[in-house]
C-alpha cells in the first residue's frame, strides 16, 4: 500500500496591498462579490489539505478572520521581512509535523484544484521542492528560474537582483510551491536579507537546496492567468473579467 503523506497549506496574505490605494487588505478585495482570498482557500479545500494555515499581518488579521472564520488557522508576522520570514514564524504551526507543505499566495484566484494536485504529485514523487513556472515572452517582472545546461533547475532569481542576461529568461516562477517541510525548514535558516530589498525571500531556499544536492523540480503550465496576482486596480478589474469568460465557459 502507498505511503500516504500529509499535506498543509501555508497562503501568504500579509501584505500591505499599497497599490491597491484602498484601506480594505488587498486580499479582501473582492471578484464577482467573493473575497480573492476566498477562491484560494475553495482550491486548497477541494484537495488533500489537512490543515491551512493564513499568514496574516497586525492590520489585516481581524479582516481577514472575519472573512474565513474558523476554516483556517492564522499565523500573524508582526514584521513584514519578506515571504521567507513569513514561513519561518510558522514553525510553531508546523511543529511535529512530518510530510508536504504547499506555499502559495494569497492573492492568486486563478489557482485551481488541479494544479494543486500536480505540485504535490510531483514533489512527492521526485523531490524535496516542486514550483509552478510558466513561460512568458516578454516575461513579467517575476523571479527567472536558472537552469543548468542538462535543465535542472539551479536556482530562482528576482528581477531586481537579476543580471541583464538573467532577466532574458522567460521562464519564471508563479511563487506557488510544494515542499518537503523537514528539508524547507532546513533551508530557512540560511536565507539572508542581501538583496536588493533587504527580505528573507522564500525562493532563496531552491538554491540552497540545490547546492545541498537535494532534487527540486518544476510543474510547467500554460495558462497564464492560474499564477496571475492582483496587485493594483487594474489588476482587479482584469481578473474580474477573465473570471466572467471562465465563468461562462464551464456553465
Same mark, same amino acid.
Not at 21 to 47: F, T, W
Given at each position: #500500500?502507498?505511503? $500516504?503523506?500529509?499535506?498543509?497549506?501555508?497562503?501568504?496574505?500579509?501584505?500591505?496591498? %499599497?497599490? #491597491?490605494?484602498?484601506?480594505?487588505?488587498?486580499?479582501?478585495?473582492?471578484?464577482?462579490?467573493?473575497?480573492?482570498?476566498?477562491?484560494?482557500?475553495?482550491?486548497?479545500?477541494?484537495?488533500? $489539505?489537512?490543515?491551512?494555515?493564513?499568514?496574516?499581518?497586525?492590520?489585516?488579521?481581524?479582516?481577514?478572520?472575519?472573512?474565513?472564520?474558523? %476554516?483556517?488557522?492564522?499565523?500573524?508576522?508582526?514584521?513584514?521581512?519578506?515571504?521567507?520570514?513569513? *514561513?519561518?514564524?510558522?514553525?510553531?504551526?508546523?511543529?511535529?509535523?512530518?510530510?508536504?507543505?504547499? $506555499?502559495?499566495?494569497?492573492?492568486?484566484?486563478?489557482? /485551481? /484544484?488541479? *494544479?494543486?494536485?500536480?505540485?504535490?504529485?510531483?514533489?512527492?514523487?521526485?523531490? #524535496?521542492?516542486?514550483?509552478?513556472?510558466?513561460?512568458?515572452?516578454?516575461?513579467?517582472?517575476? !523571479?527567472?528560474?536558472?537552469?543548468?545546461?542538462?535543465?535542472? $533547475?539551479?536556482?530562482?532569481?528576482?528581477?531586481?537582483?537579476? %543580471?541583464?542576461?538573467?532577466?532574458?529568461?522567460?521562464? *519564471?516562477?508563479?511563487?506557488?510551491?510544494?515542499?518537503?517541510?523537514?528539508?524547507?525548514?532546513?533551508?530557512?535558516?540560511?536565507?539572508?536579507?542581501?538583496?536588493?530589498?533587504?527580505?528573507?525571500?522564500?525562493?532563496?531556499?531552491?538554491?540552497?537546496? /540545490?547546492?545541498? !544536492?537535494?532534487?527540486?523540480?518544476?510543474?510547467?503550465?500554460?495558462?497564464?492567468?492560474?499564477?496571475?496576482?492582483?496587485?493594483?486596480?487594474?489588476?482587479?478589474?482584469?481578473?474580474? %473579467?477573465? #473570471?466572467?469568460?471562465?465563468?461562462?465557459?464551464?456553465?
Amino acid at each position: #500500500m502507498k505511503e $500516504v503523506i500529509p499535506v498543509r497549506a501555508l497562503i501568504l496574505a500579509a501584505g500591505k496591498g %499599497t497599490r #491597491m490605494k484602498s484601506d480594505r487588505p488587498k486580499v479582501l478585495h473582492e471578484i464577482l462579490g467573493k473575497p480573492i482570498v476566498n477562491y484560494v482557500v475553495e482550491a486548497l479545500s477541494a484537495a488533500p $489539505v489537512e490543515r491551512i494555515g493564513v499568514v496574516v499581518s497586525p492590520e489585516n488579521h481581524a479582516a481577514i478572520q472575519k472573512a474565513l472564520g474558523a %476554516t483556517v488557522d492564522y499565523i500573524v508576522q508582526t514584521e513584514q521581512l519578506g515571504t521567507g520570514h513569513a *514561513v519561518r514564524i510558522a514553525d510553531d504551526w508546523l511543529k511535529d509535523f512530518d510530510g508536504s507543505l504547499l $506555499v502559495v499566495v494569497g492573492d492568486a484566484p486563478f489557482i /485551481t /484544484t488541479d *494544479v494543486i494536485l500536480r505540485l504535490i504529485d510531483e514533489q512527492q514523487k521526485s523531490s #524535496m521542492a516542486s514550483l509552478l513556472t510558466v513561460h512568458m515572452d516578454p516575461p513579467p517582472p517575476w !523571479g527567472r528560474i536558472v537552469r543548468d545546461a542538462d535543465g535542472q $533547475v539551479l536556482r530562482i532569481v528576482e528581477e531586481k537582483d537579476a %543580471t541583464a542576461k538573467e532577466r532574458q529568461i522567460t521562464e *519564471v516562477s508563479s511563487s506557488h510551491y510544494c515542499f518537503d517541510w523537514d528539508c524547507l525548514y532546513r533551508a530557512l535558516h540560511f536565507v539572508k536579507a542581501d538583496n536588493a530589498q533587504n527580505e528573507y525571500y522564500l525562493p532563496d531556499v531552491i538554491e540552497i537546496m /540545490t547546492q545541498n !544536492g537535494e532534487a527540486v523540480s518544476t510543474v510547467t503550465i500554460e495558462d497564464r492567468l492560474i499564477p496571475f496576482g492582483i496587485n493594483s486596480q487594474e489588476d482587479l478589474h482584469f481578473a474580474e %473579467t477573465e #473570471m466572467k469568460k471562465r465563468n461562462i465557459h464551464n456553465d
